[in-house]
């Protein structure tokens, strides 16, 4: 059942490419709108919403974070993201024209099914993402999308987390549309790039090769960091996650700004620092100050390992490790350079001789407060 792959988690690497095309199934019409019949709430209460909030854990409060960069972008509706365990035990201020949206896996999260029911009980519209058919949390939210990841074994999220981000994009994309934000062709154009990230991703899974020799050397380190801006922020938080959970090993993710308030100091010579740099194209203020912070972790002695676009040429001299990834507009760019980063995980993680698919302590889903 492992599909000839070492590790159910491997396997489920492998099944993104197909996952993300079964989550966009059925969702696009013709003319590359947004279709999304499960989505109960009316055009007019998607209308009226006036603020987002995203809740979820782990893996799934990290595609929210991505996600808020989109919906904000693409909707200009003010959209926050906050970690289920907290939301509810600061009395956030919620309404009927308030949108909540929990993101799930499992959609038995315990620390997401209170913060969901919290929300409710103060009348907001809830809107759950899930990969479970009929699980507790997309019972009892107003509405729910699922994700067509298909089952996930392994502790470690990987599918899952790539068809929430597909699913947050959709709902984006809807909400734009719906209240004239975009026009039809912008939203259609962003469409269809969305529509070639499974090919796109099907051939960056076969150069993964440089990644797993990568991961070999990287077993006996004591600490990697990783850092990204803007959208590579939540996939930096992703790797470092990942990392921690399957090889046990220390690892912090940071928006790469912050490094110069306190983190650079962790550098010293030859610590492992994994660079997520935005594209070139369309974000190339952002992408010019992470490769400044490359540049400024590598003159304290960083072994830099940069994920970049390829054809991305000039951070080459600025990388020890290069792994491109193949061209995404920026906001969808996650669904490319998260990749990496799980082989990454999981390569260490089995080269240290560890359960990649049961790491200790952990549970698939986290049914206790
Ligand atoms: O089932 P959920 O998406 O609600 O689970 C949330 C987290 O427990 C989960 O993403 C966890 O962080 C993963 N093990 C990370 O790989």
Redesign the pocket.
Known sequence: EKGGYDYFMLKEIADQPDAIADTLLGRLSDRGEIVLDEVRLTDQDLRDVDKVFIV??????HAGMVAKYAIEHWTRIPCEVEL?SEFRYRDPILDRSTLVIT???????M??LMALRHAKEQKARVLAIC??NGST?PRESDAVLYTHGGPEIA????K??LT?LVACYLIGLHLAQIRGVMYADEVAAVVEKLQSTPDSLRTLLGQMEDVRALARDLKTATTVLFIGRHVGYPVALEGA??LK?LAYMHAEGFAAGELKHGPISLIDEGTPVVCVVPSPAGRGVIRDKVVSNIQEVRARGARTIVIAEEGDESVRAYADHLIPVPKTPTLLAPLMTTVPLQILACEIAAARGLDVDQPRN?A???TVE
């Open positions: 979820a854990c782990g893996t799934s409060y289920a993101i799930s896996q499992s959609g038995e999260t620390d997401t990969n479970t949390i502790v470690a999220s990987t899952a987390f929430q996650l990942k959970e952990l698939k889903s986290v």
